[in-house]
């Protein structure tokens, strides 16, 4: 296959950038070293013994002395231990780390406590023991979600719902890569095991997510792209089960995935978690797809992805690019040198305001051009967030998970970028 670069609207912010690039590369060769290793391996172990205290990844609200006195972004705990157990996945396909490996399994078992609190084919945003001192604090913040009851290992717990497509992606998303990466028989088993019961979930209820009091959270009517991805899915770990349902949709459904990407990509600023969404379903329904037909169309729809986010400075973008497209010097280059930039970040999210630094364009808050990496808003995931956008943040006493981090890097190690 021959890879082409975008067309020449891209080409001067990729010259600008070759300065920068050749100096970054330059003292990497020179040391002989994979640059951030030890910083990735830090964050990993930090988010085992900080950040899944009942087993799925929340962030820490620090008191004075750095300890946790709360946990905070439960609502969209499902969503990152999806991309933590992905990135933990590659990093053990790298390195064979059996430390990497528990961290697999550790995921794994989290997510399985998201399905099972629910009564076992239902996705829960995150849980919460019932005698947790911090429950209380947790359900609060999540209060517009809504709160039910259940049991997991014989341990009450409380779990919250309203559950979004968001949350499903990531799931099933961390565990595509885990069942391609780790082989392992009991992870593969389980991943596999977990995939099945989600999408027998969704198809039975005809891809809506209904709560237990009948309440539907969200449907998935208008969005060809992601259930061609979860079946695709499906039919990677479970042909027996998902081969038909997937030849079938795709018969129908292919010539519209395009259509929800290119209206999301008329807008690259507002809402920009739908990018995020758009690079992992598409990464999973394009990689996995065996007619060259059926690619084509999703290719298309993975162009006007891709040229809304090209420019945006993305390493989590840029890899998923990789994955699908192949080798680009000046890309993956660009990788390289904002990954050390995400290195130069705080970890906390104290309030940022860049009005006056850089100039808005349209909006009060938006920049005229893409803020460099180091500067951005403090956030559980940079790379859902916009890279014009000129404030955000909070408090400064929620401690950061650095998946955002890790999950860019692990692939570049994988990918052969760094």
């Known amino acids: 296959m021959t890879y082409h670069p975008f067309p020449g609207r891209l080409a001067a912010p990729r010259l600008r950038l070759l300065r920068r690039i050749v100096v970054a590369v330059a003292l990497l060769a020179a040391a002989g070293v994979h640059g951030g290793e030890p910083e990735a391996l830090a964050i990993s172990e930090n988010i085992r013994a900080r950040h899944m205290p009942f087993g799925t990844i929340l962030d820490p609200v620090l008191d004075e002395t750095g300890q946790s006195a709360g946990y905070s972004r439960c609502g969209d705990s499902a969503i990152w231990t999806g991309h933590y157990l992905a990135a933990e996945a590659l990093r053990y396909r790298v390195t064979a780390d059996p430390q990497a490996l528990e961290g697999v399994r550790a995921a794994l078992e989290g997510i399985r406590s998201l399905v099972e609190i629910t009564g076992g084919s239902l996705l829960a945003r995150c849980l919460v023991p019932v005698d947790s001192p911090f429950a209380e604090g947790i359900l609060s913040e999540e209060a517009h979600h809504g709160q039910f009851r259940g049991t997991?290992?014989?341990?009450?717990?409380?779990?919250?719902?309203?559950?979004?497509?968001?949350?499903?992606?990531?799931?099933?998303?961390?565990?595509?890569?885990?069942?391609?990466?780790?082989?392992?028989?009991?992870?593969?088993?389980?991943?596999r095991e977990l995939i099945t019961r989600l999408l027998n979930g969704l198809t039975d209820r005809g891809w809506a997510v209904v709560m237990p009091d009948g309440r539907i959270s969200t449907v998935f009517w208008h969005r060809p792209d992601q259930q061609l991805s979860f079946l695709q899915i499906g039919r990677h770990v479970n042909p027996e089960r998902f081969g038909w349902s997937y030849r079938f949709a795709r018969f129908w459904y292919a010539g519209a995935?395009?259509?929800?990407?290119?209206?999301?990509?008329?807008d690259a600023h507002n809402y920009y978690y739908k990018f995020n969404l758009a690079a992992i379903n598409l990464f999973n329904l394009i990689r996995l797809e065996d007619s060259g037909y059926y690619r084509g169309w999703f290719e298309r729809a993975y162009q006007a992805f891709r040229q809304a986010t090209s420019v945006h400075g993305n390493p989590h973008f840029d890899m998923i690019d990789h994955a699908l497209r192949g080798p680009d010097a000046v890309r993956d280059a660009q990788v390289r040198v904002l990954l050390d930039d995400w290195l130069?970040?705080?970890?906390?999210?104290?309030?940022?305001?860049?009005?006056?630094?850089?100039?808005?364009?349209?909006?009060?808050?938006?920049?005229?051009?893409?803020?460099?990496?180091?500067?951005?808003?403090?956030?559980?995931?940079?790379?859902?967030?916009?890279?014009?956008?000129?404030?955000?943040?909070g408090s400064g006493r929620i401690e950061g998970a650095g998946i955002d981090y890790i999950l860019p890097y692990w692939m570049a190690r994988y990918y052969g970028v760094l």
């Open 152 to 191: 997991y290992r014989d341990r009450a717990y409380y779990w919250v719902g309203n559950t979004s497509r968001d949350q499903y992606s990531g799931v099933l998303f961390g565990l595509a890569v885990t069942f391609d990466m780790v082989a392992q028989d009991d992870v593969r088993w389980a991943a």
């Open 344 to 393: 130069l970040r705080p970890r906390m999210d104290e309030w940022v305001d860049l009005r006056g630094r850089y100039p808005a364009c349209g909006q009060d808050e938006r920049s005229c051009v893409v803020i460099p990496v180091p500067e951005r808003v403090r956030t559980d995931f940079l790379w859902q967030r916009s890279p014009f956008q000129l404030l955000g943040g």
């Open 257 to 266: 995935v395009s259509a929800p990407i290119a209206v999301e990509a008329l």
